[in-house]
């Protein structure tokens, strides 16, 4: 009985270290994005940790969603409130329910046929910030944050 009792604790201890993760460490980080200056709704916020020569593999990437203020409060593709610490790519687009009906507004015109004659939506936000060639970044302190804001500012004529 006392060995087995010893057993389903070791069993226990070892699920439990990798049930636990590999020790990587997330903190709260929330903030607003803005268009033109008015908080922004529906932005899909992403932040991907940068590998480093001493960290090759950061962990995993976090989104959040804008709410009418423009707030959003981030959540690893993992499960875990936050993001990991240190230096992070950043995407931002705008969330649709059909995203192949989405033309960037510098390079399209919802009056357009697309796709099979659909009326396209205007991605208002520029390249630059959801973009695979896009380089926004910024850093994740140790401790979190609240302040992680984003001001989009479009390129469209008045």
Known sequence: MVR???????GMTFAGLLGC????????????????GKPYKN???SFQPLATKN???PGFGSTGLTDENGHY????????????????LIRIRTK???????????VGSPDDPFPKGKK???EPIPQEWYADSSRKEADVPDNGTDK????????KKK
Do not use: C, R, W
Not at 96 to 106: F, G, R
């Open 73 to 88: 409060t981030l959540m690893s593709t993992d499960g875990h409130t936050g993001a990991v610490p240190g230096k992070h």
């Open 21 to 36: 993760g590999d020790g990587t460490k997330y903190v709260k980080v929330s903030g607003t994005v803005t268009l033109d």
């Open 4 to 10: 087995q009792s010893a057993y389903l604790i070791a």
């Open 43 to 45: 932005a899909i916020v």
């Open 55 to 57: 960290n090759p593999n």
């Open 120 to 122: 396209a939506e205007l």
């Open 96 to 106: 649709v329910d059909d995203p192949s009906a989405v033309v960037d507004a510098s």
């Open 148 to 155: 992680a804001n984003f001001d989009i500012v479009t390129t």
